[in-house]
């Protein structure tokens, strides 16, 4: 009985899970899913997540868990990646939502077209994701001036969530030459305990 993450390599998304599964040191394995050949939206696939997407996590029990961030709160639940303390907890639930209205439809998306298709991200309004991609890294400088983590002094989940594509910021074009903070949060989290990059599997 162990936990099956359905998965793609290269995906931020999907790297959160594997990240946070190894840091809290749960058994799993993995199921490479690969989009670009449509393997997501298969009707086996479909079946366990009618939205089509990975990363999928199915649980010891047999259950299935989709979206990423909650996939966190579900691991995290309980140990030292997500405060007790009312006030923590929801600060961390309001950057990981942040990441995902605010940051990941920005940087993440850029990243799919520039580094993964190999083509420029069609846009309704030109310039969009650039703009709001850099507003997005100009709030998390601006956090990140108060205190090291996301959620305050301790890495917590939130921090996973929002390194999942920043640090592969310039897959998608944007530069984080000008946000100090932030390459300096990136170097903290790298160095937090059982830590491992996008390219690690078990
Ligand atoms: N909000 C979702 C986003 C998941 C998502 O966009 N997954 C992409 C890969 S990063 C995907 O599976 N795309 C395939 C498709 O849409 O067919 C999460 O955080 O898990």
Not at 55 to 78: H, K, Q, T, V
Not at 163 to 189: C, K, M, Q
Request: charged share 25%.
């Amino acid at each position: 009985m162990t936990y099956r993450l359905y998965h793609m390599q290269s995906s931020g998304n999907c790297w959160k899970p594997r990240v946070a599964l190894h840091q809290l040191g749960l058994d799993f394995e993995l199921v490479d899913v690969d989009i670009m050949k449509g393997e997501s939206r298969t009707e086996a696939f479909m079946a366990r997540n009618p939205n089509g997407r990975v990363p999928l996590l199915e649980l010891p029990d047999g259950r299935f868990l989709a979206e990423s961030n909650a996939m966190l709160a579900y691991l995290a639940e309980g140990t030292d990646l997500i405060p007790a303390d009312r006030y923590a907890r929801a600060l961390v639930f309001q950057w990981m939502f942040f990441e995902q209205y605010s940051h990941e439809p920005y940087i993440a998306v850029a990243r799919y077209w520039r580094h993964l298709e190999g083509k420029e991200p069609p846009e309704a309004v030109p310039g969009q994701i650039e703009d709001r991609g850099y507003a997005a890294l100009g709030v998390m400088e601006q956090r990140l001036a108060e205190a090291p983590f996301f959620a305050g002094d301790i890495y917590s989940i939130a921090d996973i969530a929002l390194y999942a594509y920043t640090h592969v910021a310039h897959e998608g074009g944007f530069s984080l030459e000008d946000f100090p903070n932030i390459r300096a949060w990136l170097a903290r989290t790298a160095t937090t305990p059982r830590f491992v990059g996008m390219d690690w599997r078990p």
